[in-house]
DNA sequence: TTAATCCCTATTGACTAGATAGAGATTTAG
DNA sequence: CTAAATCTCTATCTAGTCAATAGGGATTAA
């Protein structure tokens, strides 16, 4: 299951991805209208601000944008921040390898096997739905 | 990533798998040869009993046997005993659904359609890997 | 210089993961 | 029949994580 605040993250995101184009966006604005805690979408904003994910501006009129282009932001970058690795397992990890802790032989592994299969299934879904789409899915719905 | 008890799941079931032919085998023997804590072993297996993936026997000479046949008994059957629902959000796993505490509405949800193609992918791969394929492949790999 | 914003650190309460302890219940060998 | 070996059950502990909150500090623009 993925956190609460990767949900957050994602719902803040898709806000800012669908009115993108006037300026950043406040905290508070957001906020409110997502019915995200202030005060944990913050930190939320400023994690995904360290990976480039959004940018912001500060003071008066200031607030945040996205970082790059909603078409390069995928839903595997964002979970990846709040959430960590997709993997079901640090051995099977693209982005955050790392031996299991009580591992024998890593190369005969069949749990590893089976663990590696679902991680490319899920990176490879995960990393082709991106803001952008998703936006374009909620026009096309009317919710926009 | 799954937890430490599907982990010790797993291995515990690939060791009954393997060497599945000769009667119940004890929690204590699988417990040394797979280095699992044994008290946390004995509880794993009472819940995967529960589950029917395994089945007891008591007093002397008792111990544990697969509840089914090997290839019956799949990592997705196994990793929904230890660690809960495949799904990355309650509202699109298939054996155990419920809506998202804030969804506003299910089916025009972005976020939720690409979770629900993630949820697909992983289900695909968990299911069609089973305890005998992975015990085969051991064997290949001359690890029995 | 003031007000609006983001930035940062610390803290809290609830819950879970991982592990352990100690008896109780059941079966079978002798 | 009884003793030993097994599984069964309930309770507990510690450390860590999740979700949320508090209270200022730093920056910018009007």
Chains 1, 2 share one sequence.
Not at 73 to 100: E, H, N, Q, W
């Amino acid at each position: 299951m993925i956190s609460q605040k990767a949900r957050y993250a994602l719902r803040a995101l898709l806000h800012l991805a669908a009115r993108g184009d006037g300026g950043p966006i406040q905290i508070s604005e957001i906020a409110e209208s997502e019915k995200i805690p202030r005060k944990f979408l913050e930190a939320i904003l400023l994690e995904l601000k360290k990976t480039g994910i959004v940018r912001s501006h500060r003071g008066r009129a200031g607030g945040y944008s996205l970082g790059r282009s909603a078409k390069d932001i995928s839903f595997a970058d964002v979970l990846r921040v709040t959430d960590g690795p997709l993997a079901l397992s640090p051995c099977v990890s693209v982005m955050a390898y790392r031996k299991c802790d009580d591992c024998f032989e890593e190369s005969i592994c069949a749990i590893r096997k089976a663990l590696l299969a679902a991680r490319d299934a899920t990176a490879q879904i995960l990393e082709s739905r991106n803001l952008a789409s998703a936006a374009q899915q909620l026009r096309r719905s009317g919710a926009l």
